[in-house]
């Protein structure tokens, strides 16, 4: 009995069928939780792969936006390059087509398109406007040579810079024609206020050939009610819109003979003032508006210079036309 139990102890058990299953369980759970160790490391990079694929579409997509700004930047680029070359060709044609204008003004020629527009906007015909044309060149000529004599006749001739050329009529060759050709006899003031009055859109700059010809056509053929109307923007000296008191007392404070004998010339004319106020003020706000003026006027026609003349006379008209030649 005691050899045998040293016997058992020499050797190992041998394992029972139970124990070998189980521990062939054991090892295969061993295993399987190798395999899955082994496994964690392919799910690692699966995810690297993933994630390095949405950096790719990420790259792709900005590449793809930068690409569709550049485009669209030099689509923008190439519309204002050529909106710019459009505008300068239009202003170098229109600069051209000035210059050539001026050189028809001072040339005394009309071209077609502004023959007809003129005939449309005065009540001359195309014989007249070509006359008063070939008038209007004349009238140019000697304002630059009396530009001219004036600059070489002044003292500081030497120095000054060389005289540019009057485009238009003056002020000074303007008042000779309404002195000399249309009778015009009136105070200095309402010369210039005639001369500021003739052509709306350029005021007090001289006289360019359209607006020539439309204040002409207004001043020789206008209707009453134009005439009237220029005639209210020449009394009007400040330009506001109505002819006040003192506007009134400036404008007849000359037509009074002064008799040595008054202590006070003006009251005289402060009288009269306040009586052609009375006539002229339909509203009675102390002053007289165009509303005010036009209603006076066309009920009483003979009024339309009340204060002073700025009008030719029919025979000055008649005359002036007979010289025409048409």
């Known amino acids: 009995a005691g050899k045998a139990g040293a016997a058992g102890k020499g050797r190992s058990p041998t394992p029972t069928p139970q124990a070998a ?34 950096a790719r579409s990420t ?60 005939r449309k906007k005065t009540r001359f015909s195309k014989d007249e406007l070509d006359a008063l044309c070939r008038i209007y060149r004349k009238l140019v000529s000697n304002c630059q040579y009396a530009a001219k004599t004036l600059a070489s006749s002044s003292s500081s001739a030497a120095i000054a810079k060389p ?39 350029h005021e007090g700059l001289p006289l360019r050939l359209e607006g020539w010809l439309i204040g002409l056509s207004t001043f020789l053929r206008g209707t009453a009610a134009e005439k ?3 005639c209210f923007r020449v009394y009007d000296l400040n330009t506001d819109g109505f002819i006040t008191k003192d506007e009134m007392f400036t404008l007849l404070r000359n037509c009074l003979i002064k008799q040595p004998q008054d202590e006070d010339p003006d009251e005289g004319v402060k009288d009269l003032v306040e009586i052609v106020l009375k006539k002229f003020d339909l509203d009675k706000d102390g002053k007289v508006s165009m509303e005010d003026f036009m209603g006076t006027v ?15 006379t029919d025979s000055a008209v008649v005359s002036f036309f007979s010289t025409l030649q048409v």
């Open 21 to 54: 299953a189980g521990g062939a369980g054991a090892g295969a759970g061993a295993g399987g939780g190798g395999g899955g160790g082994g496994a964690a490391p392919t799910a690692t990079v699966a995810t690297t792969a993933g994630g390095g694929g949405a």
């Open 59 to 118: 790259l792709h997509a900005s590449r793809t936006i930068l690409k569709t700004v550049s485009v669209f930047l030099a689509s923008g680029k190439r519309n204002s390059s050529h909106q710019q070359s459009k505008a300068a060709a239009a202003a170098l044609q229109n600069k051209r087509q000035q210059r050539q204008r001026r050189m028809d003004e001072l040339s005394g020629k009309i071209n077609p398109k502004l023959l007809d527009s003129l």
């Open 163 to 201: 005289h540019a050329a009057v485009e238009g009529i003056d002020r000074i060759v303007f008042r000779e024609l309404l002195h000399s050709t249309f009778d015009i006899v009136t105070e200095e003031i309402l010369m210039e206020r005639i001369f500021c009055s003739w052509d709306k859109a």
């Open 228 to 230: 009237a109307a220029f």
């Open 298 to 312: 066309t009920a009483e026609p003979l009024l339309i210079e009340a204060f002073g003349q700025c009008l030719p």
